[in-house]
């Protein structure tokens, strides 16, 4: 079954409302055959987490829980290098506003899904990005 499901590329709103409603083991493995991001999203998950606990937003119990939790979804999403084309095709237009990292996710899904040459579904829970990818051709999971 898992083998008919589409490869999934995760943004990193998803994968973090994934952790904080603590859903990240049923998650993956019964939305996408395998579940890809950008390196971007291992930086902005952990980047997201830090600033919370330096704002005092979260207990010390309660950062440590997502650290733990975000190590742990890491393991199961391949991330894709940076690269020089990806930020090429992040910086052309597209068919709605979005921002430069979103851009960067938006470009190594488009780019991944050529090099793969098999459908992918965006999983993301940010509006803007959605609509953006819905309009270049993605199917959308997550909002």
């Not at 994934?18 to 998650?27: A, D, G, T, Y």
């Not at 199961?76 to 990292?101: G, H, V």
């Not at 470009?107 to 959605?130: G, M, N, R």
């Amino acid at each position: 079954m898992r083998d008919k499901l589409p490869v999934g590329y995760l943004d990193t709103s998803a994968l973090l409302a994934f952790v904080s409603e603590n859903k990240q083991k049923i998650r993956f493995s019964k939305i996408a055959s395998d579940v890809i991001s950008s390196q971007l999203c291992y930086a902005e998950a952990f980047r997201w987490v830090d600033n919370a606990r330096i704002k005092n937003a979260f207990s010390d119990k309660v950062v440590g829980s997502y650290y733990s939790e975000l190590k742990a979804c890491f393991e199961s999403i391949s991330l894709i290098d940076i690269s020089r084309e990806i930020i090429q095709r992040a910086s052309e237009s597209f068919p709605l506003n979005i921002k430069t990292l979103d851009a960067i996710h938006l470009a190594t899904a488009i780019l991944y899904q050529k090099s793969i040459k098999k459908d992918l579904v965006f999983i993301t829970h940010d509006c803007t990005l959605a609509e953006c990818a819905r309009a270049v051709g993605f199917k959308i999971l997550g909002l």
